[in-house]
C-alpha cells in the first residue's frame, strides 16, 4: 500500500520510543498522523510537530480506545494505518526465595493479569476496532488493499529470559494472533504482520548505566549496538509499503539470542 498525502494513520504508544519514530516515519512520508498515548506532554508536542492530533488512550479501555479513533478519525478520516507499539513490562520470578529471610513468594498474579490486559489485549482491542473501521474503505488496488496493521511483539516471545514469564506470554500471544487475524482479514484486504524487537535505544534503555547498555550492545552477534527506533520505523513501513508482506512475525535484533539472565 503506497503511504501518500493525507493517508490517515494512528500509532499506538506513539509519544515516545519505537512509537514516535515510525510516527515521524509516517509523517515523513506524508501521513496524517494520530498518537494514541498516556503521556500527554510528549504526545501534544510530537502531534504539533507532525501536523497531527494527540489522543489520550489506555489501551486497556475500550471507552478510551473507541474515544481515540473517534478523534483520530474526526480529524483525518478512517485510518488505513495501524501501528500498535503501546506496551509495558515488568521481571518477576515465577515463584522465588528471598536471600534475606529465606521466606518465599510468587509472581502477583495481578501483576501477570495487567502485562496481558496492556501488551496482549491491548493489541488485540486495537486491531478489532480499526479493522471493523477499514471495512468501510473502498480498496486503494485491484488487489483489494484496503489497510495494514503492524504490531510490536519481542525477541522475548521466543527467548524470554528469567523473570520475563508475563512480558514473553503477552508478547508470544501477539506473535501466536499474527496470522489468524491476517487470515480473519483477507477476504476484505487488510494485511496483518508483527516485528520482533530485540534491545532497542529507547527512552527506557536510556536510563539504565553506561556499563549495562555496553555489556547489552556486547551481546548483539552485529552489528555489536543496540537498535535504533529509526530502524524499527523502517520495517514497519516496509510491511505496510510492501503488498505481499502479510501474515509475518519478523525479528529484527542484530542475530542476538537470549541467554536465560
Not at 485510518?79 to 513490562?89: F, P, Q, S
Not at 528469567?162 to 500471544?173: L, V
Request: net charge negative.
Amino acid at each position: 500500500m503506497e503511504i501518500s498525502s493525507n493517508t490517515p494513520a494512528v500509532v499506538t504508544g506513539g509519544a515516545s520510543g519505537l512509537g514516535a519514530a515510525t510516527a515521524r516515519a509516517l509523517a515523513a512520508k506524508g501521513a496524517k498522523v494520530a498518537i494514541f498515548d498516556m503521556n500527554e506532554e510528549k504526545g501534544e508536542a510530537l502531534a504539533a510537530e507532525l501536523g497531527g492530533v494527540f489522543c489520550k488512550v489506555n489501551v486497556t479501555s475500550d471507552e478510551e480506545v473507541d474515544a481515540g479513533f473517534a478523534k483520530a478519525r474526526a480529524a483525518h478520516g478512517q485510518e488505513r494505518i495501524l501501528v500498535n507499539c503501546a506496551g509495558i513490562g515488568n521481571a518477576m520470578k515465577t515463584a522465588s526465595r528471598s536471600k534475606e529471610d529465606g521466606s518465599i513468594r510468587h509472581f502477583p498474579l495481578s501483576a501477570f493479569e495487567f502485562v496481558i490486559q496492556v501488551n496482549l489485549i491491548g493489541t488485540f482491542r486495537c486491531i478489532a476496532k480499526s479493522a471493523a473501521g477499514m471495512l468501510t474503505l473502498d480498496p486503494l488496488s485491484e488487489d483489494g488493499d484496503r489497510g495494514a496493521i503492524v504490531n510490536t511483539a519481542s525477541v522475548a516471545a521466543e527467548d524470554g529470559q528469567m523473570g520475563q514469564a508475563a512480558y514473553s506470554a503477552s508478547k508470544g500471544g501477539v506473535v501466536g494472533m499474527t496470522l489468524p487475524i491476517a487470515r480473519d482479514l483477507m477476504s476484505e484486504g487488510i494485511r496483518v504482520n508483527t516485528i520482533l524487537p530485540g534491545i532497542f535505544n529507547t527512552p527506557l534503555m536510556n536510563a539504565a548505566p553506561p556499563q549495562v547498555k555496553d555489556a547489552l550492545a556486547a551481546s548483539v552477534p552485529f552489528p555489536k549496538r543496540l537498535g535504533n527506533p529509526e530502524e524499527y520505523a523502517r520495517l514497519a513501513l516496509c510491511m505496510i509499503e510492501t503488498g505481499y508482506f502479510n501474515g509475518e512475525d519478523v525479528r529484527l535484533d542484530g542475530a542476538i539470542r537470549m541467554a536465560p539472565r
